[in-house]
């Protein structure tokens, strides 16, 4: 197993989007309160994320703001480049850009847009995408992704974080060698310390760049009944088990379904499995809480403790 980060591990938690704005804004800045790093934002069938970000960031300050993740293929690189350069003009430069290709079940089902070889459009993607990010012109013709424009974006901020929701080992090269790192999910501490670290280090080192940030995601549960709480994460986290790329993640890890990646148990144990994970090269940690309200707030508190140092 990978040794251990020299860099504290970053905590933030994935913010509830299942909820009225003012509910999401009242989220994000009690885990700002709680000194957390990090408040991230799904991409799923409600609310825009980046808008979503663009309103959180304007009224909750001192905390990165992160999409966990926006899917690529139904916005062209321009546009979304645009979207996250006006986040960042909004939000003081606080936002980091979570993309990801999601699955064949929404972009073919849902979309109606081909999957045909994913980890090529991705590429292609990101080589229209990052330099508008960086404030250059774009030129480029790919198989799948075409983008021109007449000079920069007319976007007065900096470049955001970049980071990409990786699992299979060419997307995890792709984000090792392209970007600032990988947002993962339903992967285990023997995939995160055997398979994802090793890959997209490996990536960054070729490609001559820093070392990458790996951010963890996983159900938490801080709870006096972790046996409860498994048979919450079973139901409530059950589709996750059945989408491919994490099941894949499942499998290898030899885990039946999402309760078995969870993270739970009373302060002490879970404190000690996110030890592991820092161990096994996790930089970033982010909880996605789940629970009573009781426990939420344990769990909250325990993260607050372990951002605090």
């Known amino acids: 197993m990978p040794a251990a980060t020299l860099e504290p591990v970053r905590y933030g938690t994935l913010i509830d989007v299942a909820q009225p704005i003012e509910g999401v804004v009242g989220e994000a800045q009690r885990v700002a309160d709680a000194g957390l790093h990090c408040a991230a934002c799904a991409q799923i069938f409600g609310y825009d994320a980046l808008t979503l970000l663009a309103v959180v960031g304007t009224r909750v300050a001192d ?10 293929y139904p916005r062209h690189p321009i ?13 003081g430069g606080r936002l980091t850009l979570g993309v990801g290709v999601s699955h064949q079940v ?28 960086r404030g250059e012109r774009v030129t480029y013709r790919g198989e799948t992704v075409r983008a021109f424009t007449r000079g920069p974006l007319d976007v007065a901020a900096p470049a955001p974080g970049l980071m990409l929701a990786a699992l299979a080992p060419a997307m995890l090269r792709i984000a090792g060698g392209e970007t600032d790192g990988t947002i993962t999910w339903m992967a285990g501490l023997r995939t995160i310390g055997s398979y994802v670290v090793p890959t997209i280090r490996a990536a960054a080192a070729d490609a001559g760049r820093p070392e990458p940030r790996v951010a963890v995601s996983l159900p938490t549960c801080v709870t006096g009944d972790p046996e409860l709480a498994r048979q919450r994460a079973t139901r409530a986290f059950a589709v996750y088990g059945q989408l491919p790329a994490y099941r894949a993640m499942l499998d ?20 000690e499995q996110l030890a592991a994970y820092a161990e096994a090269g996790a930089t970033d940690y982010i909880a996605s809480v789940y629970g009573s309200r009781e426990e939420r707030e344990r769990t909250l508190a325990l993260l607050s403790r372990l951002a605090a140092g």
């Open 106 to 133: 929404v972009i073919e089902g849902m979309f109606g847009y081909s999957y045909e070889r994913p980890a090529r459009h991705m590429r292609e993607y990101l080589h229209a995408l990052t330099p508008l990010l």
């Open 63 to 72: 905390i990165e703001l992160m999409t966990a993740v926006v899917p690529t």
């Open 79 to 91: 546009m979304l480049a645009a979207q996250a350069l006006t986040v960042q003009a909004a939000t």
């Open 252 to 271: 290898r890890e030899g885990a039946p379904g999402p309760a078995d990646v969870a993270v739970v148990g009373d302060e002490e144990s879970v404190g």
